[in-house]
């Protein structure tokens, strides 16, 4: 699903996390999903952490890829430079999205090229580019969700629900430490690094991570 304002969807993008969940929930309560498995790649996981939190009865399994707690580490602002330059380009090149979503290893870079041609490979229906406003609405929300705050780690106890937890071995845009946090604070977690690879690893690794998920949710 694309949230308010991102993609398909008109409306105005949330600046706050519990707003994009709340946003979520009126989605899914609108085509009348009343049991359902949660995926949530970056932002998209904050985003089902909370939606888990808020409606517990509803979630069967949840798969957080590239994500981090609320409160967890080095995430309230991107602590490497090139990262940084690249987040925050008013006109993201595809060097910069090598850059934000891939390892700097040969190999890695030569799977981010293949994950770039396919995005151009589909011609009809394309989703609506995202202006600034969205962009500075989502950096909002994720700096407020990313200050320290230990804490906050205590709610992850409450997500009972089996949970896939993956990330690439060096994401910088979202630590990867932060998904050992995860995996180390919800009471029913799977942990699964990909090697040499980054915040992309899903993009890296499509048909290995697809399976994994199927596998999971499968079980």
Request: aromatic share 8%.
């Amino acid at each position: 699903m694309d949230l308010a304002g991102v993609g398909g969807s008109t409306g105005t993008t949330p600046n706050t996390v519990e707003e994009m969940a709340h946003n979520a929930i009126a989605f899914l309560d609108a085509v009348g999903l009343r049991r359902f498995d949660l995926l949530g790649f970056s932002l998209g996981g904050f985003i089902a952490q909370e939606v888990t939190l808020f409606r517990p009865w509803q979630v069967r399994r949840l798969v957080l890829a590239g994500t981090a707690p609320r409160g967890g580490r080095d995430i309230h602002q991107y602590t490497a430079g090139a990262i940084r330059e690249a987040a925050l380009h008013d006109a993201p090149s595809a060097a910069n999205l090598l850059t934000l979503f891939f390892e700097k290893s040969a190999s890695s870079q030569a799977k981010g090229v293949e994950f770039l041609k396919r995005l151009g490979l589909r011609t009809a229906e394309r989703d609506t580019a995202t202006d600034l406003a969205v962009r500075d609405a989502q950096l909002t929300a994720i700096s407020a969700w990313g200050v320290r705050d230990d804490s906050r780690l205590q709610r992850l106890e409450s997500i009972r629900q089996p949970v896939l937890v993956a990330n690439g071995d060096n994401d910088e845009m979202v630590p990867t430490r932060n998904t050992y946090l995860l995996a180390e604070h919800l009471p029913n977690a799977k942990l699964s690094i990909y090697p040499d690879a980054g915040h992309g690893f899903l993009f890296q690794y499509p048909a290995e991570f697809a399976a994994e998920v199927n596998a999971f949710l499968g079980g």
